[in-house]
């Protein structure tokens, strides 16, 4: 009963380096999210999918590429990682509230997090 | 101003004290989310509430929607309810969620 997989854990880049975070979920959740968590901050929502093949910009996209490949993967990329994105991301799920369905007011399931330290 | 703030930021207090975490919210939501993030950082949603009360175990959440106003309470502390929690607003017509800073608890046997 894996839930949100989130790989990896811990990752150290230099300035300009490119990555890709895995998120890969087991819940059949239609609904997908990128957050980064910084001290002081609440999360902030960097991308979401409601859907296979559907992705959206939230709060803080710039820097930022996802891929929504099938439903149970979605990944964050950083094309050329810059020290501001120093931060612990995660990647949460959820069955979605609209349409309105019977999975109403469902919470979301988060992965354990990744640590990215930008140098 | 956030449309999300919790207090206190830090709470410290011994074990089988009655524990409030406060949280205030600016804007028409949906739903009011309680999560609790681990010492090790993983993140577990504790409740969901759109009016009343709801109680599982030692932890209650209240929510008053005229007032934009909810509680996490939690009775006879334990040292392993120490973590930070962190409630968020679920915003009409949409998935998006906006998260508090959180509250950091520590209980001391």
């Known amino acids: 009963n894996a839930g949100v997989t989130q790989t990896p854990k811990f990752q150290v880049l230099k300035t300009g380096q490119s990555m890709t975070l895995q998120c890969a979920q087991d819940?059949?959740?239609?609904?997908m999210y990128w957050y980064r968590q910084d001290p002081g901050m609440g999360l902030r929502l960097i991308y979401y999918?409601?859907?296979?093949?559907?992705?959206d910009k939230g709060e803080v996209p710039n820097g930022y590429n996802v891929s929504r490949l099938n439903k149970r993967e979605f990944s964050l990329r950083l094309e050329s990682a810059a020290p501001s994105q120093t931060s612990v991301y995660f990647c949460?799920?959820?069955?979605?509230?609209?349409?309105?369905?019977?999975?109403?007011?469902?919470?979301?399931?988060f992965g354990d997090g990744t640590r990215l330290s930008i140098l | 101003k956030n449309e999300v703030e919790q207090s206190p930021q830090n709470l410290t207090a011994q074990e089988g004290e009655f524990i409030t975490i406060n949280c205030s919210y600016s804007?028409?939501?949906?739903?009011l989310h309680w999560l609790q993030q681990h010492p090790g950082g993983g993140i577990v949603s504790l409740f969901m509430?759109?009016?009343g009360k709801k109680k599982h175990g030692r932890l209650i959440a209240t929510i008053n929607i005229q007032e934009k106003h909810s509680s996490l309470h939690i009775t006879a502390s334990h040292p392993r309810d120490s973590a930070v929690y962190i409630c968020?607003?679920?915003?009409?017509?949409?998935?998006?969620?906006?998260f508090g800073t959180g509250t950091r608890l520590t209980i001391i046997p």
């Open positions: 949460a799920s959820s069955v979605p509230q609209f349409p309105l369905s019977r999975f109403l007011n469902q919470p979301q399931h």
């Open positions: 819940m059949n959740h239609n609904s």
């Open positions: 999918s409601a859907s296979e093949g559907t992705t």
């Open positions: 804007v028409g939501i949906s739903a």
């Open positions: 509430l759109s009016s």
């Open positions: 968020a607003a679920r915003h009409f017509g949409n998935e998006k969620l906006t």
